[in-house]
T-cell receptor
Framework: QQQVKQSPQSLIVQKGGISIINCAYE??????FPWYQQFPGKGPALLIA?????SEKKEGRFTISFNKSAKQFSLHIMDSQPGDSATYFC???????????FGTGTRLKVLA | NAGVTQTPKFQVLKTGQSMTLQCAQD?????MSWYRQDPGMGLRLIHY???????DQGEVPNGYNVSRSTTEDFPLRLLSAAPSQTSVYFC?????????????FGDGTRLSIL
């Protein structure tokens, strides 16, 4: 019940295309869903996050879509650029637990 | 503002050796945590702390010890290194309080156990 399942494991997209990464969770107590971006040799950095009271959040080219009834959320990267090539992790957390549960990561490569 | 600083960046140990991975943050965050990152397994929580003198176990605590004597520092100790502990270790910190707060990660310590 604590798992967060992330797919795909890897993704190759042409420059200018849309990258889509999906995550699913079971624990209905989760109320915070961040996405992290990690470049080689660096630690993960917060990209965008959403709470379950909204169905979508957009920041620049990055959008989170959230489906509470299906217990799924996804990251959309519009107009993907070679500089977006990185590993992306979804995560989930419940208020008061102080713990984040991370997905297994998606390695994105954007071809120039 | 340095954020979360981890040292060393790389380390090679022999089986049975001990060592301490250092983590320091300058953001006055109450919450600090240690994760290990292994291929195909994402980030798994080892230990965490919600303030000085308070620590608790995460998903994979066996073989690791922690202590939190100050707000700034949260070292991770391997008492007797095993090859299964070969991994990349990340320290993170964040504020506590109402709601969820974003975590800030260091750049990791890459540890190999021979």
């Amino acid at each position: 019940q604590q798992q967060v399942k992330q797919s795909p494991q890897s993704l190759i997209v042409q420059k200018g295309g849309i990258s889509i990464i999906n995550c699913a969770y079971e624990n209905t107590a989760f109320d915070y869903f961040p996405w992290y971006q990690q470049f080689p040799g660096k630690g993960p950095a917060l990209l965008i996050a959403i709470r379950p009271d909204v169905s979508e959040k957009k920041e620049g080219r990055f959008t989170i879509s959230f489906n509470k009834s299906a217990k799924q959320f996804s990251l959309h990267i519009m107009d993907s650029q070679p500089g977006d090539s990185a590993t992306y992790f979804c995560a989930a957390s419940a208020s008061g637990t102080y713990k984040y549960i991370f997905g297994t990561g998606t390695r994105l490569k954007v071809l120039a | 503002n340095a954020g979360v600083t981890q040292t060393p960046k790389f380390q090679v140990l022999k089986t049975g050796q001990s060592m301490t991975l250092q983590c320091a943050q300058d953001m006055n965050h109450e919450y600090m945590s240690w994760y290990r990152q292994d291929p195909g397994m994402g980030l798994r929580l080892i230990h965490y702390s919600v303030g000085a003198g308070i620590t608790d176990q995460g998903e994979v605590p066996n073989g690791y010890n922690v202590s939190r004597s100050t707000t700034e520092d949260f070292p991770l100790r391997l008492l007797s290194a095993a090859p299964s502990q070969t991994s990349v270790y990340f320290c993170a910190s964040r504020r506590t309080g109402s709601g969820n707060q974003p975590q800030h990660f260091g750049d990791g310590t890459r540890l190999s156990i021979l």
